[in-house]
Structure formats: structure tokens, C-alpha cells
């Protein structure tokens, strides 16, 4: 069975830093890519960034772009997401994703979720 | 503002068929696969429809889906209580290079 469960959410001030991690299970985690995708609460979907199965593609959204820095350790089977300088507006459930395929493509979805973890931006 | 617009809600007795609507452009889902999302308030998201009409194992043959140019619709027959969720459409825009989510469609069944 397929196991996502983030970690590393909690209560930041604006402009602090926090690293999210993602602990997979139950598949070969190394043979697929992996994305982030947000949710403020009360409000909808919105993806964050996407990591190949290799590292060697990332996206972002643009409203994250250069604050947030996705990463994966594959002989730990473990995503990350290093978000930096963060605002109110970040506030959400971060959730973890497991795509169907190994790199980024449009022909694709997202076949497995994790519970999510809360992150609140806040002085 | 979503990239992808969807009307906020949705609503049908039980029995019924109700569909919902995402609407995009040329960069995502004129060009490219739309894939549709379940959320019960308080859970995780599932996917429901893949590739524009493909059903994960698991998914009754009461949900569909299709495209046709920019826009996309989910349609769910013999709406039962417990449909009573959020749908998200997404799909991947080649102009923002990442994926776009619909704002969603909170469905109530009567």
C-alpha cells in the first residue's frame, strides 16, 4: 500500500524558514516524480512544485519561485520542500504527491496523496 | 484567481446526473490531458478521472469525463449522498510550465 505522511509543518513568523518532508511507502519511490500542492484553508488546490524522478528536472509555481526549493533523497525515500522568506500567504496544508511517471509531463497525474501538514505564517 | 475556472457549486438530487464544467486556454487544456480530483472536506484529495476520461480502478462507471477545445466536463450519474464533495479540474499549462487547478466545485447532493 502507498504511504505519503509530511512532517515538518507548524506555527512561523513571516520572513522565517521551515523544511517540509515527505516519508514514502509501499512503492519504489526512485521510479517516479513527486510534487507538492498546497491548500489554504477553506480554499482550493494549488500546486507548489514538482521534482523528477532523477532531480534533474524541478518546477515551481510562480508565486513560490525563488523562496521554495524542492529536493528528494531517493535512497531515503523522502521529499522535501525548503521554503524561505515566508509570508501569511503561504499559510496552507501542504500535501505530498506521487505522479504516475518519472519526469514532469503533462500526460500524467497525481494516483496518491498524503494527509498533509499544516503550516501556519504568523507573528 | 485559478487559472482554470469552475463554477463554485453544484447541486442535484439523489438519482440525478449532474455535470461541472472547468474552462481554461490554449496552454493547458487546449493543448494538454485534463485530469479531475475528489476531495471530501477534511481528507486528501483522489484522483476521480485521468487523461481527460480515463477512471482509475476503483472509480464507478458513474463519473465520466470529456474535452472538447478549451474546456472540460465531469459528469456523475445516480448522484448518491455520499458524491457530496469538492471536484477539482487540473491540468498542465505550457505557458506557466506547472500545473493549474480549477477553484472547485463544491457538489451537494439534496
Not at chain 1, 73 to 101: G, I, W
Not at chain 1, 103 to 109: D, K, Q, R
Not at chain 2, 85 to 99: E, I, Q, T
Amino acid at each position: 500500500e502507498v504511504q505519503l505522511v509530511e512532517s515538518g509543518g507548524g506555527l512561523v513568523q513571516p520572513g522565517r524558514s521551515l523544511r517540509l518532508s515527505c516519508a514514502a511507502s509501499g512503492f519504489k519511490f526512485g521510479d517516479y516524480a513527486m510534487h507538492w500542492v498546497r491548500q489554504a484553508p477553506g480554499k482550493g488546490l494549488e500546486w507548489v512544485s514538482g521534482i523528477a524522478w532523477n532531480s534533474d528536472t524541478v518546477a515551481y509555481a510562480g508565486s513560490v519561485t525563488g523562496r521554495f526549493i524542492v529536493s528528494r533523497d531517493n535512497a531515503k525515500n523522502t521529499l522535501f520542500l525548503q521554503m524561505r522568506s515566508l509570508r501569511p500567504e503561504d499559510t496552507a496544508f501542504y500535501f505530498c504527491t506521487k505522479d504516475k511517471v518519472p519526469l514532469l509531463n503533462a500526460v500524467t497525474h497525481f494516483d496518491n496523496w498524503g494527509q498533509g501538514t499544516l503550516v501556519t505564517v504568523s507573528s | 484567481q485559478s487559472v482554470l475556472t469552475q463554477p463554485p457549486s453544484a447541486s442535484g438530487a439523489p438519482g440525478q446526473r449532474v455535470t461541472i464544467s472547468c474552462s481554461g486556454s490554449d496552454s493547458n487544456i487546449g493543448s494538454t490531458p485534463v485530469n479531475w480530483y475528489q476531495q471530501v472536506p477534511g481528507t486528501a484529495p483522489k484522483v476521480l478521472i485521468f487523461i481527460n476520461d480515463q477512471r482509475p480502478s476503483g472509480v464507478p462507471d458513474r463519473f465520466s469525463g470529456s474535452k472538447s477545445g478549451t474546456s472540460a466536463s465531469l459528469a456523475i450519474s445516480e448522484l448518491q449522498s455520499d458524491d457530496e464533495a469538492d471536484y477539482y479540474c487540473a491540468a498542465w499549462d505550457d505557458s506557466l510550465n506547472g500545473w493549474v487547478f480549477g477553484g472547485g466545485t463544491k457538489l451537494t447532493v439534496l
